[in-house]
């Protein structure tokens, strides 16, 4: 396949100032009839190349008159014009229900919806399908009035009418130009939660969320979530929305989260449906989380755009670090924050250390769908955190201001973001851009000492960037670090500060040191690096019980784990004393939030202990990582119990505090059940029957699935028939059996995928198995290789009918460098079997033959 290079980039030769679409629904068959208006930009003589993909014209117009000299080259409609102002018009017909890619116009649940992003307007009509293209859309939909009686599109709403024969039509116009990946329409027998926002200029713009009517009371959080958004837009970025109306409609099938097309979002009914009988708080968090995220990219993607795909985290790492700020703002800052870096240390860490490594600005691509990454998404996001630390919020509010204003209206590049930070701020970020073109995690060592005749404390800084492919040798990145010195005796530091490490090393000294301080650093994760520290164990465990950085203090606990596992597992002898004794001191801390306590004494994730290792051992780790739990679940059983007791009893509430009991609560449920297995799987099944909420019921459940209780099969099965309706819920069911800690995980999750209820037209039921699956590193890579072949089986059958989504899953079997020869081969053997399969697509063989390589 071809490979598309960032270097190649030419503006475009024909400017697409508006557009008229008129689409003629049905599932079956629906015509399109495109009007544009082009013009030629400079002076070239090059002809109008429209992309297209699995389209075929039934008509070409060119100022009014039929033509036949058009060309198809590559899918490609190629029409040559000799003058510079155009009106061209062409038809096509699609067949919406036969669309399994669920890119361009597809039909979902009865619905008839569109994803054009990134390059699915190609597959509706022929279009210069390019970010930097910008038009005036107005659009006309007829339809059948009892199937589809309501019909959106972007915009506003300018005209309705009676078509004849049982049929009806809308028209929408959207009076801001925009790039054809944020074009939609919907068009279905949904019902509206309705609602209205005034802005800070006093402008009422009417809201709409648009679901099937029986759903419509599980929309009110989503509602809530939006107009907190649209007001924490305006009071933190100072950005108003533009239009008279916001729509955003649910739909069952949908390749990722959401979409933000312009007044029109399109979500993944999973984060906007929450209800206490069928969301957990997670699904909560989710659903404020996605919602703002769409919201903010109103400002941050549409009115500013990207100028091409290179650019992508120019919106997406900004819009992803603004619903997280947006999300602290909301809750517990600090468990947002331990919940971002959890996120990002679990899958963009990897990935960056891996065959498909890429910089935030990636040089060359094959299929751009695979490029909606954790590194785009999530380090792009640390990136745009950083250039927020090395500012400032004022200097870097100035600079989003600049950003907005200069380029409204505009196809941009990252260039032109970080120029705009730069120019309000003052502030040089020529050598911080390097985290723009280098990919890899950096290396942070941090090397304490300490002199006592002097006082003096010298802390040494060096980092290292590690070879990625394609980059074999790197150059120092900036890196923020937030650091403080404790001194021990007193638990008192002489606050925080910012140290700016941007060449390989550095020394500092701190004077009035008469003991060896305590090094708490790169507080609040504030540089997304490796740390390694010269730490003791003591200094650990003092930070674990003393850091007035939650953050910092969460790390001080999970290093004092990993290191006590990687122990285990290296020496074979476990020395879980002062685990147990940290854990013990959290828990009995009154002043800290249940919340933050229900994360700091989970263990690290067997992923996660395997990332520090040279070979990846999944059952070592399991068997040490269960060890260990054991242990803290024995030691502190009473305490457990406690915090059981106490923390339940309360009826549903969705707030911080009810959320952080609940946590707590069932993290307290998982330590009794590995204490006391017969108390505990009778403890987890009360629960389970009584709970008034999922987050509580599925915990229990989990607990139960984890376990060898007989009690296990029963809730599974009550759960089962339950939530067997509720297609969001049975997912819940899937992956709670597909991520199960117990030895026969493999044949469980092969049995469900022949289960009746498995298919492989929903993304989110194949992501609940399958992609659940490949997250549980103790049975995926159960050393037989039965994990491997049956998730290599489910990719060659996915990727026909959804190759997006099946390339999304090639990355589990990508890592086999971590592992040893054996499984190594194995995962290998997997990967050419997927890419011996003929007629792979682009999307699925990018990925395999990258990480064969
Ligand atoms: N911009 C979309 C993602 C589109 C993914 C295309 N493969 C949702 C988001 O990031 O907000
Ligand atoms: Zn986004």
Not at 465 to 485: C, D, Y
């Amino acid at each position: 396949p071809h490979i598309i290079r960032r270097e190649d980039y030419r503006p475009p030769d024909w400017m697409v100032p508006e557009i008229g679409l008129d689409f003629d629904l049905g599932p079956a068959k629906t015509r399109v009839t495109a009007r544009l208006t082009v013009s030629r930009n400079g002076g070239h003589g090059r002809p109008l190349v429209l992309e297209g993909e699995t389209l075929t014209p039934l008509a070409v117009r060119v100022d009014g008159q039929a033509i036949n000299d058009w060309r198809i080259d590559d899918g490609r409609l190629v029409i040559d014009l000799s003058g510079d102002d155009h009106v061209i018009e062409t038809e096509v017909e699609l067949s919406p229900e036969r669309n399994t890619q669920l890119m361009g116009l597809y039909a979902s649940g009865g619905l008839l919806c569109t994803q054009c992003e990134a390059e699915g307007f190609r597959r509706i009509t022929f279009f210069p399908d390019r970010p930097d293209v910008l038009s005036r859309y107005s659009v006309r939909m007829t339809a059948d009035k009892s199937a589809y009686p309501v019909l959106l599109a972007n915009g506003d709403n300018v005209a309705n009418g009676d078509a004849g024969e049982g049929r009806h039509w809308a028209e929408w116009n959207d009076p801001f130009l925009k790039p054809s990946y944020l074009f939609a329409l919907v068009a279905g027998d949904l019902k509206a939660n309705r609602d209205s926002f005034t802005t800070m200029s006093g402008r009422t713009v009417e809201l709409g969320i648009w679901v099937r009517e029986a759903d419509v009371p599980k929309t009110a959080y989503a509602m809530a979530a939006l107009k907190t958004s649209m007001k924490w837009d305006e009071d933190v970025y100072g950005r108003e929305y533009d239009l008279g109306v916001f729509n955003i409609v649910a739909v069952d099938d949908f390749n990722f989260g959401a979409m933000e097309n312009k007044g029109l979002n399109v979500f993944n009914s999973r984060y906007i449906l929450a209800d206490a009988d069928t969301a957990t708080d997670v699904d909560y968090d989710n659903v404020q989380g996605v919602v703002a995220h769409e919201y903010f990219h109103n400002w941050s993607g549409n009115r500013v755009t990207c100028r091409d795909w290179f650019q992508l985290s120019l919106k997406e790492g900004f819009t992803v670090f603004r619903d997280q700020s947006f999300s602290a703002d909301q809750g517990s800052a600090a468990v947002q924050r331990i919940e971002d870096v959890r996120a990002l240390r679990g899958s963009q860490f990897p990935e960056d250390g891996g065959p498909l490594a890429h910089p935030i600005r990636p040089d060359s691509y094959m299929e751009i769908g695979n490029f909606y990454t954790a590194t785009i998404y999530n380090k792009g996001a640390e990136i745009i955190r950083m250039i927020h630390t090395l500012l400032g919020a004022e200097k870097f509010r100035a600079g989003s201001d600049l950003y907005f204003e200069r380029h409204d209206g505009q196809a941009v590049t990252c260039d032109d973001f970080v120029a705009a930070m730069q120019d309000a701020s003052g502030v040089d970020l020529s050598v911080f851009k390097r985290w723009y073109a280098q990919a890899g995690t950096p290396k942070l060592m941090a090397a304490i000492a300490h002199d006592a005749d002097t006082k003096q404390a010298t802390l040494t800084l060096t980092q290292l960037v590690p070879p990625t492919p394609g980059q074999p040798v790197k150059q120092p990145m900036t890196l923020p670090i937030r650091m403080a010195l404790f001194d021990r005796a007193t638990g008192e530091s002489g606050g925080e500060q910012l140290v700016v490490l941007d060449t390989d090393t550095t020394t500092l000294t701190f004077d009035g040191f008469a003991q060896p301080p305590v090094l708490s650093i790169n507080r609040d994760f504030s540089a997304p690096v490796v740390l390694e520290t010269n730490r003791t164990e003591a200094d650990l465990a003092f930070l674990a019980a003393e850091d007035d950085d939650p953050f910092a203090r969460y790390e001080a606990m999970q290093q004092l784990m990993l290191n006590t596992l990687v122990a285990a597992i290296s020496t074979g002898v476990a020395d879980h004393a002062a685990v147990i004794k940290g854990v013990g001191e959290t828990l009995s801390d009154g002043a800290l939030d249940p919340a933050f306590i229900g994360e700091a004494v989970v263990l690290p994730s067997d992923a996660f202990i395997g990332d520090q290792m040279l070979v990846v051992d999944p059952d070592a780790i399991a068997t040490a990582r269960e060890a260990l739990r054991l242990a803290l679940a024995n030691a502190h059983l009473a305490k457990w119990q406690e915090i059981y007791a106490a923390n339940g009893g309360r009826s549903f509430e969705y707030s911080p505090a009810a959320k952080g009991a609940r946590r707590i609560r069932n993290v307290a449920l998982g330590y009794i059940m590995a204490a006391d297995a017969d108390a505990g799987a009778k403890l987890a099944f009360t629960q389970f029957g009584a709970a008034d909420n999922m987050t509580d019921r599925l915990a229990a459940l989990g607990t139960l699935a984890n376990s060898q209780a007989e009690l296990r099969v029963a809730a599974l099965d009550i759960f089962y028939r339950r939530y067997r309706d509720n297609a969001l819920v049975l997912d819940k069911w899937f992956t709670t059996q597909a991520v199960s800690t117990r030895a026969d995980t493999v044949e469980a999750v092969i049995e469900l995928a022949g289960h009746p209820d498995f298919t492989l037209s929903n993304p989110n039921r194949f992501r609940a198995l399958v992609g659940a699956f490949g997250m549980n590193q103790r049975s995926f890579h159960a050393a037989d290789g039965r994990g491997y072949a049956f998730f290599a089986d489910q990719i060659i059958a996915l990727d026909p009918v959804n190759a997006q989504t099946a390339a999304k899953m090639v990355p589990s079997l990508g890592r086999w460098r971590r592992f040893d020869a054996e499984r190594q081969a194995l995962m290998r053997a997997a990967l050419e079997r997927i890419l011996a399969t003929p007629g792979l697509s682009k999307d699925v063989f990018e990925q395999v033959s990258k990480s064969l390589a």
